[in-house]
């Protein structure tokens, strides 16, 4: 007889390694931004909604919210230590607009997350009212996470050049997805599983546009003074 708890943790340390891959996706990102020494065109937007979505999951995670959910709480404590590496990469190379955007973020991710906190503690009793009321918070920013290279694909779609669009981030995002939804369904957690399955297919959108765009892309010394620039990506953060 196939034990399903036992799968699902396999299937949930499984996710944890990807999400480990997931989140170190950036690094060739910011490897190039330390070279280039600025930040550029690329958008902080999908660390620091990651970094919220972090958050939100931690608390999801915790036995007084949600009971049983170590492997959650450990990979979501890794990514906020990731997630906040990043934004301080990203403010040392940024110019004081971007800067200042990142800041004002963060300040509204904070307090958000601390009255988020609070209120849930206070206002609601037992766990399973509060893995309602936070289950629901993380869908909703996990979708923002997964959603916030949206962005840079219009970028993509209107230079066809998938230069500011993170391939690995892209590829590992569809993975992670996939993985947590396999969990998820395993012992149905409605929560992890609308997140994870827009997760995928969102993840399996940019895969495309990477296919379409990859050989399109010019090489960074190919570029004329005279083509058209890239526009700014420092749009605000919004569900899509």
């Known amino acids: 007889m196939v034990n399903t708890d036992m799968i699902r943790t396999v299937v949930g340390i499984v996710g944890n390694v990807v999400s480990f891959g997931l989140f170190a996706s950036p690094a060739p990102t910011f490897y190039q931004i330390i070279k280039r020494g600025a930040v550029e065109e690329f958008s902080p937007n999908p660390y620091l909604a990651t970094l919220l979505n972090c958050l939100l999951w931690v608390f999801y995670g915790m036995p007084f919210v949600h009971p049983h959910s170590v492997l959650v709480v450990t990979i979501n404590g890794v990514g906020i230590v990731m997630e906040s590496i990043y934004i301080i990469l990203y403010l040392r190379y940024s110019n004081k607009k971007q800067r200042m955007w990142v800041f004002k ?8 997350f601390a009255a988020a906190v609070v209120l849930t503690l206070f206002l609601a009793h037992g766990t399973k009212t509060r893995t309602l009321v936070v289950g629901i918070l993380c869908v909703i920013f996990n979708i923002c996470m997964y959603g ?5 694909m219009r970028l993509v779609i209107k230079t066809k050049s ?30 992890i599983t609308i997140s994870n399955g827009t997760g995928a297919v969102l ?22 003074p005279n083509e058209v620039q890239l526009s700014s990506v420092d749009g605000k953060i919004s569900p899509v």
Do not use: H
């Open 203 to 224: 993840g399996s959108i940019q895969l495309v546009l990477i296919v379409l765009y990859y050989e399109s892309t010019p090489k960074r010394g190919d570029k004329k």
């Open 148 to 152: 916030m290279p949206l962005d840079v």
């Open 162 to 191: 998938i230069e500011y669009l993170p391939v690995m981030l892209s590829i590992t995002s569809f993975c992670n997805g996939l993985l947590w939804l396999a969990y998820a369904l395993l012992r149905f957690d409605l929560f």
């Open 105 to 112: 973020v963060l300040a509204c991710e904070l307090v958000f």
